[in-house]
């Protein structure tokens, strides 16, 4: 399940107008929507719902939203997504999952973020970063307006070399089983 962090937000996302580039009928078997041809920064979505996510068949639509934000830290991407649901819960069974395009490049990291009934960004689960197909995924458990900001990502490599080895770092943990 999905967390609020109280802790903090990302900062504040103020609404824009929103078009419909996708609209699909899911029912609890699950299913895939793809945006395509829309002309927006969406296009190559993928929100993929698995089995027992939604509890009936529901009408699933999917916006992009030209909404502004003000991040407290990281550069905004440009781009919200809207999933929205009818017919069915809001709420997920099981983590939906929405894949996205990586506009920002090799030496940046997406980071996710749902936008609450404030406007405030409140942290997404991101799940993982694709850099040879420049894609990114990360999980909800309810539908939401969506949004990423791009931090650093300094070096431009992905595993961070923590100097840890085993044989001089390490200690023995004797396993009876």
Do not use: E
């Not at 041809?37 to 699933?60: C, E, M, N, R």
């Not at 991101?126 to 909800?140: A, E, P, V, Y």
């Amino acid at each position: 399940a999905f967390a609020t962090c109280n802790a903090g937000s990302g900062g504040t996302f103020v609404n824009g107008s929103s078009t419909v580039v996708a609209s699909q009928t899911v029912s609890s078997g699950g299913g895939t929507i793809t945006v395509a041809g829309s002309g927006t920064p969406l296009d190559g979505a993928k929100i993929t719902f698995p089995t027992g996510a939604l509890s009936a068949y529901a009408t699933v639509n999917v916006s992009f939203n030209r909404g502004t934000v003000t991040p407290i830290a990281g550069t905004f991407s440009g781009s919200a997504i809207d999933v929205s649901v009818s017919g069915a819960s809001t709420t997920f069974n099981q983590p939906v999952s929405i894949t996205i395009k990586n506009t920002g490049g090799t030496n940046t990291v997406p980071v996710p973020y749902f936008v609450d009934t404030g406007g405030k960004l409140r942290p997404g689960q991101l799940i993982s970063i694709d850099r040879q197909t420049g894609m990114f995924t990360f999980q909800t458990f309810h539908a939401s307006l969506f949004t990423w900001l791009f931090g650093a990502n300094t070096p431009a490599i992905d595993p961070v070399t923590t100097g840890f080895v085993p044989g001089s770092d390490g200690f023995q943990v004797v396993n009876f089983g």
